[in-house]
């Protein structure tokens, strides 16, 4: 994933969808794995909150922020 997260600002990778939305390719391969590091990154998403709806609203908006730049 390190080609991922060390993009050079202003790069950024492509991600093709199908007609549902769902991510298709070896973009699309890419871009669910480094939204599966994210939600493992304890910055993110700790450990201790055991339910989407228990998260901080400040750690959901984080990350949201982070795949915006994604």
Known sequence: MSDV?????GEFICVEVDTLGNPIGWEGKKLLNALGCLVRKHEYAPINILSWKDMPELNITNMFEWIQVL
């Open 5 to 9: 997260w060390n993009l050079p600002d």
